[in-house]
């Protein structure tokens, strides 16, 4: 080829990029368009090459000539293959070659040598030059320096592969499993754990090897995170190949897409076989003694309406250290859980918004606050708090604080494996050769308070961490073979250890360790929490055998058969026998013929299901032959199929109660007697005093009439008295007489009414009741009616509430009701708008009712006066005999009731009575 055909060949190759420029923006070039396309060249960020078919180079741009650091003399005229790669032949992978060959573009990475041997990696794309007849006649070559580029992905696999050796040794099962449950990758821990290679469990769906499922697992915290892009968790229990069942924890981190979608999880699995059996080996224990000590699972505590605490158990004060003597009330418990004034009071308005909402009885609401216990130390409570029906409250306190982990989101593939690090339960390290530290996770800070920045060596932690020398020795051991461990297909070394954290708490960790790559990586587990549930474990059951054998009540236990397996010592001295002595004997040996009948009946029914705690009496027989009457309290136990295997029961000795309860029967029986006699007495006296009663009153109606005649015949005998004498008979006629007559009838009238109120008292605890269902709203209206001229003339309001159902006599309930409104309207105050209230409650083997008014008030003084016959409290303003509260009184009685009234001068007074349920409820004289 000729040089003319060469530079036409090179203009026309140089046109090729510029084909797409407008054809107006040319027309404006002022300069050679040979000039400017050469221009255009050197000012690309790549290298071109202009190469004919015998691979000797034509152009060379600015780039180009500056990567080989050579000038355009240096390089026209020479191969390629020697110039740019230092070969003595055509480079195998040139894509030129291919280009000419195939008359399209080729392209190829490679590396570039230049004259001092220095590479460097670079990506070649060759485009065709063909001749006006279609012959190929050379090449044009892009060289793109890629080596930034190449030292990136050397470094990110360089990452990678640091990150993928700590998963592999991490004591945690780890697997990467994509959006339909298919299991992506698995580290040899979580292979091992299911004893097979991970290329048996790669490809196949985690539900099936993991748990023998067919389907997705109901729990899998994975659908949770694919769904909500955020981590989760669960508790379970999976299936090894042996078909063994251990516990797990699975926390699930989202993986995702280049659309931002959830792609996948990965999944970390900690075995918590031993912490669940602690816990149920806790749970075991407090189950065996339920019935001797208030052991729930949480802190609970009681509040009356005033609030005031009623009750604290034990595992409130076991969390919190109060007792009800350090906290009496809700004030003080304030006072004392939030010292912080700030966070004291947006506590105390959460709980007051709680209230003002209007919590229904017996709606559970739940609050989550920090409290500062009574040795100082912060735990975040959960409070779970029910209104009872009687105006109690009702709190549960679960600490939550080991539960609260902080949870981070995993962003790129290289945070990834970090961000697991960071999110492990468990603390991790790793140091260099030169015993440097390069990382800890977050979890090591928060367990131990120390930063890579305070403890910068291995030798820092062995100084920090154990500062006895003995157990600093041990550990140096222990860090030798955790340096000589390489193989990855035995479990790390592992030992327990105590460690001393940087805020001076103990904390026991169990140690792993492996060497990675030259790095000395280190796993702490912290087993603190374990080591303090083992520990309150032996204390329990020492705290509960020492209650058991001190306690004042008998404790025993049986078997199915009703053989004594177990008694403590106050049984021994309840029957005088010793503890071998009764072991092993069944109860009955100990039981009179009576108790053995009823002891006999009571495990038939056990035998059969029943599983009925009533308490029952058992009389038993002692050594030396006394007997002893207790109160039997049963637990009775049975397996899983429903099957009675025995029972404890509980014995509390009720002999002197019993010997005390004959005596109060035989007390009532003669009060009942003398009651009847009274009543008969007051009968007889009240029916005779009526005859003198009734003379009286005859002669005086007598003595009226016969003064009438003399007072009409008196002014015929006046003229034959003196005058002295005339005015005398006079004022003794019309004026002394009449008045001893007048007040001799009225005192008549006077005690008739007294003698009439005393029959119809004796009437009233003679006369038969009549019990019936009585609905009481509709008794009470009537009876409110009635009185409905006072009630609207005073402006009184009276407000009713939905009043319970009793069994009663409805003549005796209409008085007692009645009587009681009839004074809440005749002593209202005048100076203020009265208020009536009538309420009522069923309260077990009673009903109460409550009257009450904002009236005068009783004084204290006068109280005892309230219910005396013929005896009236405060001003006597009004009409009455003061019999009225003596009926109600007796009427009250009369059904097992009891009525008495709290009053307040000036305030008002409250008449509460109640009426025994039909159960309780027998008839009697009063």
């Not at 892009?229 to 926390?251: I, M, S, Y």
């Not at 305070?454 to 003995?470: G, H, I, K, Q, S």
């Not at 009783?858 to 409290?873: G, L, Q, T, Y």
Request: glycine share 6%; net charge neutral; charged share 30%.
């Amino acid at each position: 080829m000729g040089l003319v055909d060469k530079n036409m060949v090179r203009e026309k190759t140089l046109q090729a990029p510029l084909r797409a420029t407008d054809s107006h923006t040319r027309k404006k070039l002022s300069f050679p368009r040979a000039v400017s396309y050469r221009t255009l060249a050197d000012n690309i960020k790549h290298g071109i090459n202009l190469i004919d078919v015998d691979f000797n180079i034509h152009m060379v741009n600015a780039v180009q000539r500056k990567n080989f650091n050579k000038s355009k003399r240096e390089l026209i005229g020479k191969k390629c293959f020697r110039e740019f790669e230092k070969r003595d032949a055509v480079c195998p992978h040139c894509p030129g070659v291919k280009a000419m060959a195939t008359g399209k573009p080729a392209e190829v990475e490679t590396e570039g040598v230049r004259d001092d041997g220095s590479r460097f990696h670079v990506r070649l794309q060759a485009f065709p030059i063909f001749a006006e007849d279609g012959a190929t006649t050379g090449f044009i070559e892009i060289v793109e320096d890629i080596s930034e580029r190449k030292q990136m992905e050397q470094k990110l696999h360089e990452s990678e592969e640091k990150y993928r050796s700590l998963v592999e040794n991490i004591k945690l099962g780890i697997s990467l499993i994509d959006a339909d449950h298919t299991i992506i990758m698995i580290n040899p821990a979580q292979s091992k754990r299911f004893q097979k290679p991970a290329s048996e469990l790669i490809g196949k769906k985690c539900y099936q090897v993991f748990e023998g499922r067919d389907t997705v697992c109901p729990h899998c915290p994975g659908i949770q995170t694919m769904a909500t892009g955020r981590p989760a968790e669960a508790n379970t229990e999976v299936v090894k190949n042996d078909r063994a069942r251990f516990h797990v924890r699975l926390q699930t981190f989202p993986i995702f897409g280049e659309d931002g979608s959830a792609s996948g999880f990965i999944e970390v699995c900690e075995d918590i076989t031993k912490r669940v059996q602690a816990e149920e080996a806790i749970r075991a224990s407090e189950k065996r003694f339920k019935m001797l000590a208030e052991n729930a699972p949480f802190g609970i505590s009681i509040m009356a309406p005033d609030r005031h605490f009623e009750y604290f158990n034990p595992l409130f004060t076991e969390i919190f250290g109060y007792t009800l003597e350090d906290i009496p009330d809700k004030a003080t418990w304030i006072t004392h859980a939030y010292p912080d004034e700030e966070y004291r009071n947006s506590v105390f308005s959460l709980w007051e918004k709680d209230l003002a909402e209007g919590v229904k009885i017996g709606d559970e609401n739940q609050r989550v606050f920090t409290v500062r216990c009574k040795d100082g130390t912060d735990k975040i409570i959960d409070f779970r708090q029910v209104y009872l029906k009687d105006g109690k409250q009702y709190l549960t306190y679960e600490d939550i604080t080991a539960r609260i982990q902080a949870e981070e989101t995993l962003r790129e593939s290289e945070k990834q494996f970090q961000t697991i690090m960071d999110a492990a339960p468990i603390a991790i390290s790793w140091a260099d050769t030169d015993k440097k530290f390069q990382y800890f996770n977050k979890k090591f800070i928060d367990l131990f308070g120390y930063t890579i920045k305070e403890m910068p060596t291995v030798a820092d932690w062995r100084r920090l961490a154990y500062p006895e020398e003995a157990e600093r020795k041990k550990v140096v051991s222990l860090t030798s073979a955790f340096v000589k461990s390489h193989d990855q297909e035995k479990a790390p070394p592992s030992a327990e250890r105590k460690v001393t954290c940087k805020d001076g708490s103990i904390r026991y960790v169990e140690i792993m360790g492996v060497n990675v790559a030259n790095k000395l990586v280190a796993m702490l587990n912290d087993i603190t929490e374990r080591k303090q549930m083992e520990e309150q474990l032996r204390q329990s059951e020492e705290r509960f055998r020492k209650l058991v054998e001190t306690m004042r009540v008998g404790l025993s236990a049986v078997d199915a058969n009703g053989v004594i397996t177990y008694v403590n010592n106050q049984i021994c001295k309840m029957l005088g026998y010793s503890m071998g002595e009764i072991v092993g004997h069944p109860t009955t040996d100990f039981q009179d013929e009576e108790s053995r009948k009823l002891q006999k009946e009571m495990f038939a029914k056990r035998r059969k299901g029943v599983k009925d705690p009533t308490p029952y009496e058992i009389t038993w027989v002692t050594k030396d032959g006394r007997k002893v009457n207790t109160i039997l309290t049963p637990t009775p136990g049975f397996n899983v199929a429903g099957k009675f295997t025995g029972s404890f029961a509980i014995f509390t000795d009720i002999t002197e109660r019993k010997q005390m309860e004959k005596r109060l029967q035989r007390y009532a029986t003669e009060m009942e007697r003398s009651n009847e006699e009274v009543k008969n007495f007051a009968y007889i006296v009240s029916h005779d005093l009526r005859v003198p009663l009734v003379n009286l009153k005859g002669y005086s109606d007598e003595l009226r009439t016969a003064l009438g005649v003399i007072g009409a015949n008196f002014d015929a005998v006046l003229p034959q008295l003196p005058d002295e004498k005339r005015s005398e008979v006079a004022l003794a006629l019309h004026e002394d007489v009449p008045e001893a007559l007048e007040f001799i009838t009225n005192s008549v009238s006077l005690m008739d009414s007294f003698i009439n109120s005393v029959l119809l008292l004796a009437r009233l605890g003679r006369r038969d009741l009549k019990l019936e269902p009585l609905d009481m709203n509709a008794l009470v209206k009537p009876i409110v009616e009635g009185m409905s001229h006072q009630i609207q003339e005073k402006g009184i309001t009276m407000t009713i509430d939905s009043l319970p159902e009793v069994v009663a006599d409805r003549t005796s309930m209409e008085q007692i009701v009645g009587n009681i409104l009839g004074n809440a309207v005749k002593y209202l105050d005048h100076e203020r708008p009265g208020e009536i209230e009538i309420t009522g409650e069923a309260n077990g083997g009673e009903t109460v009712f409550r009257i009450r008014d904002n009236g005068r008030g009783i004084a204290e003084d006068d109280m005892d006066k309230v219910f005396a016959p013929f005896r009236r409290a405060g001003k006597q303003d009004t009409p009455g005999e003061g019999m009225g509260l003596s009926y109600v009184q007796t009427l009250v009685r009369r059904h097992n009731g009891r009525i008495w009234c709290e009053s307040e001068i000036g305030k008002g007074t409250t008449f509460i009575f109640t009426i025994s349920n039909p159960s309780e409820q027998g008839v009697r004289h009063a």
